[in-house]
Every structure is written in C-alpha cells, then in structure tokens.
RNA sequence: GCAGGAAUGGCGGAAUAGGCAGACGCGCGGGACUUAAAAUCCCGUUCUAGAAAUAGAGUGAGAGUUCGAUUCUCUCUUCCUGCACCA
C-alpha cells in the first residue's frame, strides 16, 4: 500500500518512540567503539522560540552524529542552555516576573522545538547554566582561580553602559559602544574582579599548534592575543631627574626620531606638570582637559587631524644622544605600550602628519625599494616597511630585524631600557553589577579581609528577591537584600558580607563541555575518568562571533584546571568549524524589528522536519552565510514527497533475487564522504541527481534497504518510516553504515572526452583498464578523428587512463 | 593598515592530488492536464551567430607554467569578516 507523504503522520510517531528510548545514548568507557565527542554550540533560550540559525547548525551536526554512529563510533552529541544573562534579565525586569520563571518556559519551549526537528541529542545529559548544581561548579572553579592568584579586585576604570547599568568587558565594546545595546559606553571607577587571563597569553597563542582548528580561527585568536616585541628605552627629561620610558616596537628608526609624545592621560603627566615652564602651563592644562572631554570614539575616531601640545621641555634621546622636544597628544593611547612614544616622521604616518604641523625636523633612516633614500615630503612618501638601515650609528647598514636585534642587546648594556613583550589581550573583567548571574563566592570580612566561600558551602544560591532593577550606583541588585548579604566569615566566624557581583554570562560556558560528561555529579565537576574517555572534543561547532571571547575564555579556564591536573590535555577542543548566519529573505538580517523573523515553528506545520531539515542543509555551503528563499524550500519538498513515494513503489516491485548496484553504492560513497567533509549541500543534491537517474530501474531488495540507510542521517523519519513499513526492526538509527563494495564504484565502461587541442570534439566509449595502445585503436575508428587526421598524423596524443584524451595536432 | 576569506549563468550554488565548466535547485520560456486557476507532469534554459547540425566566446582583470587551468604561480581590482590612530 503505497501511502501519500504526510510528514504529520509520521514524525510525531517516530519523535515518541526516539526519545523514549536509548537510540542516541552515548556510552561511558566503551571500548569496542571509537569514541567521538561532537559538541555544537549550547542555545542562549531567549525569547519563545529558536532562530532558524539553531536550526541548521543542530540539524547539520545532527546528521553527522547519526552518520558516525552508523559508522561504528560512539556518538557524544549532548544539549544544553547557557541560561544566565542580559535578556532575560531585561525581560524579567520588564514582565516584573522572576527570571528563573522565564528561563524554564523559554527551555520549555526550545526543548520541544529541537525535539519536533528530531534531532538525536542525547537528553539523558541535559545541563543547564543556571541550576544551582551547575553553578556550583562555576562558582567552585573560580575558587581554584582565586586560590592560584588568577582571581584579583581591582579599582579599574571599567566600560560601563549607562542605559544596561551593567560593566563591559572591553571585548563586549564596539567601536565605544555596549554591543548588545549600541549605547556610547563610558568610563567608571569600580571595584572589580578580574581573570589574569594575561598569565597565559603566550601558552593561549602557542598551544593553538596543538590543535586542528581551521586555519581562519586560528589568526583570529593571535590576532586577538596580539603578542608582540616592546623596545622600552629611558630617556632622561632635560633639567629634572625624570625619565620618560619610551615604547617602540620599531627601535630599527630611532635615528629618524625628531620628537617624543605622550599621552595627555598618561600618568607620568602628573609628575612633569611642575617642570613645564610658566608661560606653557595653562595651555598645557587646558589640552588635557579638553582631551579628558573627548569620548574615545572622538578621540580615536579614523586618521583625522591631529592635535597636540607643545610642552616647553626636552629630553635625550639615549641611543642617539639628541634632544627632543616633549609634546602632549592624544592620538596617543594610555594603554598602549608606556603611553610615550618616540616620533619618526619619515617612517610613520601618524608622526608625519603630526611632524607638518608643528614644523619638525623629517629625518629618513630606512632605505626603500632600489636603494631609495628620497626625501619624505608628503604623507604617501612615509616609508613604513623595512629595509635597510643608513646614517645610523651602530645600526648602520644592517636590515631592519638585525638592527632591531643589536638595539635590543644595547639598551640591555647600557642599562637604558629593556625588551618586553606586550599582549593585545587585557585581563578579563569578571564582575558584573546584575542579578541574573552565578553569585560570586566570596565574604568580605572586616577583619579578615577578602575570604573565599569554603568549599563546602557551596553553592552560593542567587537568592529570590523581588526586584532586579540594578542600581545607578553601579551595586549589584544583590546589595539590597541585607538578610542575604549578611553572613559570618568563614574564618573568623564573625560579621561579614557577601560579595554582591555576579559572574559574567561567559562564565557558565567557559566549562559546559565537561559537564556533560558527568551531569549529574555532586562530587567534583566531572569525573576523571571519564574525561579522559570523552576529551578532547573532537568537533566543535558554533558561530564566528564566539571565536574569539567564548573560546579564548574556555580554553583559558582548560589550561588552569590542567595545570592543577584536574583535567586531561592541554587543549579541550581538537577541531572549531564556523557556520554561516541564516539571513532572511533579501539577505537582511532576521530581527523582530523587521518583521522578517521565520521560525521553525510554522516550517514544521508546513513542511515538516525532514524537509526542513533537508533544505537547511540544502540552502549552501556550511561556512557561508545563507539566504532564506520561501520559493527553494517548495522546490525541497517537492522532491522530498517524491522521493517518499519512489522508495515505496521501489519497495513494492523490488526484484527479490537481485544483488548490490553501482548506483547505490556511488550514492552510499557520496554521501559520506560529503557529510564527512561539511558539504552538506552537495549531500542533497546528490540524492536529487539520484533519485533523477534511476527512474524507471528495478531495485533489489538489498539495495532499497541500503538506500534508507544512506538516507537515515539525513531524512531521518522518513528513513525510520520505511525501515518498518519494510518490516524491519527499530530502529534504522541502530544500523551499520551500508558496506561499500569498491569493486562497485568502477564502471566497466566509461565515455570520456576527446580533445584535440584542448577542446572537445567527440567522445569514446573505452574500458576504464584499457591501454594506451587500445585507446588510440579506438579512435582511430572515430569520424571526428579520421575527419581531422586524415592525412596527417597526430603531433602528439595524451592519455590520462579512464579521464580524457588530448591530441595535439 | 594588519589578519583571514571570497569573486563561476537571471538567482543560490556544483565541479580543484590540473582533465567534459555550469551538477542540483530556484526562476524563466514552451507544452500537457483543466471551463479556469492552483497543484502536478513533459521539453528547453551560459552568452553570441544560426531553423538546425554546428562554430566562436566564456569561471573578477592581466601575465605565466602545461598537451590541457575555475583549479597551480605572479601582478592587480573589487567585495565580505575580524582587529586597529597598537607607534
């Protein structure tokens, strides 16, 4: 009985039976199987429902864990909900309803989203940031980072955002604006917690080698940690017992220097105020002021003008015994390098552009391309690469990396200075004035001072309160409530307060791949054992905004707990892909703003999963970004219900004595050897070209069967449909990948092309084993050919076995 | 500026240990079915010329290597992503 395809009859159906069995379990310390631990990105559950994005990320990984399950691998593909954070806090706030409230209907609701897409998720691992048996480990891992010194207080003017009330770190800060509220973002002194994530920079950098990630990920991290090679050299201010270190990353230039500049916020500043002279005084305190006005997107807004301050005072240059002037500019940063720097009109744009302006000296010292030593009289002319180094002193005649080398050497002699290496990367900021976060376990004592939480009273619970408005103090909301923050010391045993910060909501991820090996642990975190089974994450999945945060902050935290040899390895991810972002129709961004939003809600109504599923991986390639098209989704299910239909009719007149065919086990290679590389487009495509060039043929029993295996990753309940209607057992998920015969992959027979001068002029049926010799006997009984070569012979004939024939005429 | 990537029909995209460019899908054109429409099915669809067979051109531009280049090398252009007055 040949059934319609009515996606609503069948996937409920299969979904019930799926999860109330253990089809998807992963298996702890099995040995016969290979083990493969393949992680996507855990969903943020904001909002009512999941973004079409979620839904092509699960379903493509999806089909990956079914197709190495089928290979004989035991499968980690765990779920879960990095709950904490700013929207639901905000919407809380907003409902004036409880986060916690919230969190549960918006897990709800995702959880029967990805269970109505079908996904084999294995839920017996569910985890979830914001339960207290989670976060105690959040809270018991930072622990282990105070007690290693990598947790310190700091008063540190920190990016604050006046509408979220919230502290950023500087990664959440774009172009001087909160990313997640597009607010100008200002300055705020406040007691914070902080990460020393700096201690590992180099290791962060360094044992990237160590991994398999792509090539793009990888820059991104360097180009994120940006270590590089500081030359700090003291030069003595004129008249005073002031030293100015001045910070070069290019000391090859020094005898181009014609200038020094410091920023007006530097903290030197203070102490040289009193040498200026009188008649510079004011002027010198109003810049600062002014520039102290400036935001730092003003200040740092593109090359624009600069502007700068005459000091009145000189220093020395200590390499090249001369004197400089000393200028005030804030196109100088604070933060970068010592905040002083050394102007090089000739061989930076910056100071040549700033050297026009208050009539420096332009001194060249690197030679340019052909021997040239022009003169630098326009900013294009400012030669900023290396070359070789002339009227230079000591320096003289050598490349720019040796001389960089000797300076470094002499300013070590001399006792002028020293070569330090400076990291992009600052520490991270680790406190935030919020409620909807994990409480961080520490008591303030007034006689003890600062005293981590004891272990054993762990976890700090978030307590139920009844407002989370934060303060405009810049306090957590936890502040408020005294019965809470009031607490005895650990210690002491007398009065104390709770530290009212909580974590930020990179916190809880930056650890999750460990819980789920171990979820239900109240033990330890996780249990070594069985670490050392599932880790390293053999695939990490997720989107290109966490390349750099989300996976330099969990890879940071690996490190620590591997160096208190409390995890397995050096690194928790072997592989990190990207994916693309799903954009809505026009190649806009999908946002409620726009009205534009598709869920997967109303494709399921509509189409159902399977080929929701089969279009999402159809719309591209993984990598890139993706356009939403409501017309090739019709062109999707057209062939789905097709195909549906196909596989029943083959079934029905199925050849009972027949063996295993080409085209099957083409298919069955095809579609592997895809999934397998992430081209899960081209693994639609080829069950479309399938399904087109066997029409009309006869299967046999064995290949029908193979067929809804190959299909299984993919088509998932349409696969499980046709294993029982073909009365096989459940559930097609269990089964082994079909055998692929290789001596079914080589055609007997091929057609391959005839070129003559690189262009084809006809075709030859040949054997894909037949010789040279053969080959050309063949086409020597060709028309086109005998048309041609007549009455000449061929210069020269190129035979490339079972591929192409080139004849040069 | 630095780093990473990309450029192929009307559109999304296939094809790279160098070997038939445009698979597959959408859209479009024509036809069948229908009173009609939708749905479905069949045929066609890179461009130019031609009724057709066929010929020529063709993978951002220009050079090179090769019997043969979308694929490799060099130079350049444009675009995307990330970082950046980072000295």
């Not at 399950?69 to 709950?83: E, K, T």
């Not at 090739?632 to 097709?642: D, E, L, M, P």
């Not at 295996?709 to 449909?721: D, K, Q, R, Y």
């Not at 009455?791 to 591929?803: A, D, L, N, S, W």
Request: proline share 5%.
């Amino acid at each position: 009985m040949i059934e319609k395809y009515n996606p609503q009859e069948i996937e409920k159906k299969w979904q019930e039976k799926w999860y109330s069995s253990d089809v998807y379990r992963a298996r702890d310390f099995d040995v016969n199987r290979e083990k493969y631990y393949l992680l996507a990105e855990f969903p943020y559950p904001s909002g009512d429902s999941m973004h079409m994005g979620h839904a092509r990320n699960y379903t493509e990984m999806d089909s990956l864990a079914r197709l190495r399950r089928m290979l004989g691998q035991n499968v980690l593909y765990p779920m879960g909900w990095d709950a904490f954070g700013l929207p639901t806090e905000n919407y809380a706030i907003k409902m004036k309803r409880p986060p916690q409230e919230i969190t549960k209907e918006n897990i709800a609701a995702f959880t029967r989203q990805l269970k109505a897409m079908g996904f084999s998720f294995d839920w017996s691992r569910e985890i979830n940031t914001t339960d207290s048996g989670y976060y105690k480990w959040t809270q018991w891992i930072f622990l282990q980072l105070y007690k290693k010194g990598l947790a310190y207080k700091a008063e540190m003017p920190i990016n604050w955002c006046p509408k979220c009330k919230v502290g950023c770190a500087n990664e959440e800060v774009i172009d001087g604006k909160h990313e997640r509220c597009g607010t100008e973002v200002t300055k705020k002194k406040l007691n914070q917690w902080v990460l020393k994530i700096t201690e590992y920079a180099d290791r962060l950098a360094d044992e990237l080698d160590e991994t398999d990630y792509w090539e793009s990920v990888k820059a991104r991290q360097r180009n994120w940690i940006g270590r590089k090679v500081w030359y700090d050299i003291e030069y003595p201010v004129e008249g005073t017992n002031v030293k100015l270190k001045v910070s070069t990353t290019r000391p090859d230039t020094q005898f181009g220097s014609t200038f020094v500049v410091i920023a007006p916020d530097a903290e030197i500043v203070d102490l040289l105020l009193k040498y200026i002279p009188a008649e510079k005084r004011d002027e010198v305190s109003d810049y600062i002021n002014e520039s102290k006005k400036k935001t730092e997107e003003e200040r740092t807004a593109g090359e624009k003008e600069k502007t700068g301050v005459d000091t009145g005072l000189r220093c020395k240059n200590s390499i090249t015994d001369k004197s400089l002037p000393i200028y005030l500019a804030d196109f100088v940063l604070p933060t970068v390098g010592t905040g002083m720097v050394v102007g090089v009109p000739a061989h930076d744009k910056r100071d040549f552009v700033f050297a026009k302006k208050y009539s420096l000296p332009i001194i060249r010292v690197v030679e340019g391309p052909n021997g040239d030593r022009g003169e630098i009289d326009s900013v294009e002319k400012v030669y900023e690469d290396e070359g070789l180094i002339f009227d230079s002193g000591f320096i003289n005649n050598l490349g720019s990396v040796e001389a960089r080398e000797k300076m470094g050497e002499y300013i070590k002699e001399k006792n002028i200075g020293e070569v330090v290496i400076r990291y992009n990367l600052r520490d991270w900021i680790f406190s935030r004035q919020h409620y909807w976060g994990e409480p961080i376990p520490i008591v303030h004592c007034p006689k003890c001072g600062v005293v981590p939480v004891s272990e054993n009273q762990l976890p700090v619970e978030l307590p139920k309160v009844k407002s989370y408005e934060p303060t405009d103090t810049g306090e957590s909301p936890l502040a408020n409530i005294k019965e809470w923050v009031n607490t005895v010391c650990p210690i002491c045993k007398g009065e104390a307060k709770r530290e009212t910060d909580t974590m930020p909501n990179w916190a809880g991820s930056s650890w999750y791949f460990l819980r789920y090996l171990d979820p239900k642990n109240s033990e330890a975190f996780a249990d070594m054992d069985k670490m050392k089974y599932w880790m390293p994450v053999d695939h990490y999945e997720g989107g290109s905004e966490h390349v750099t945060l989300h996976l330099l902050y969990s890879r940071f935290w690996y490190k620590v707990l591997s160096d208190l040899k409390l995890v397995p390895g050096l690194e928790p991810y072997k592989k990190r892909t990207i994916h693309g972002v799903v954009l809505g129709e026009g190649g806009v961004k999908m946002s409620k703003s726009l009205g534009n939003v598709i869920t997967p809600d109303g494709l399921l109504d509509r189409y159902g999963a399977d080929v929701t599923r089969a279009y999402l991986m159809f719309m591209g390639p993984y990598e890139g970004d993706v356009v939403w098209s409501t017309e090739t989704i019709n062109g999707v299910n057209r062939f789905v219900a097709k195909f549906f239909v196909f596989l029943q009719k083959a079934w029905e007149q199925r050849d009972t004595k027949g063996g295993a065919s080409r085209e099957v086990a083409k298919l069955a290679k095809k579609v592997q050897n895809d999934l397998l590389s992430f081209k899960f487009n081209t693994v639609i495509s080829s069950l479309m070209q399938f399904y087109n060039s066997v029409q009309g043929k006869v299967f046999s029993t064995e290949d029908i069967e193979k067929i809804i295996l190959i299909v299984s990753p993919i088509l998932p309940h349409i696969a499980e449909e046709l294993w029982s209607q073909t009365g096989h057992e459940f559930s097609v998920h269990s089964q082994h990948w079909p055998e692929i015969e290789s001596n079914l992959l080589i055609d007997d027979s091929v057609s391959i092309p005839v070129q003559i001068n690189g262009k084809v002029r006809g075709k030859i049926q040949i054997s894909p084993r037949a010789s040279e010799g053969e080959v050309v006997e063949i086409l020597k009984q060709q028309e086109f050919f005998v048309k041609v070569f007549a009455c000449k012979e061929p210069k020269r004939i190129v035979y490339v076995p079972g591929k192409i024939v080139n004849i040069v005429q």
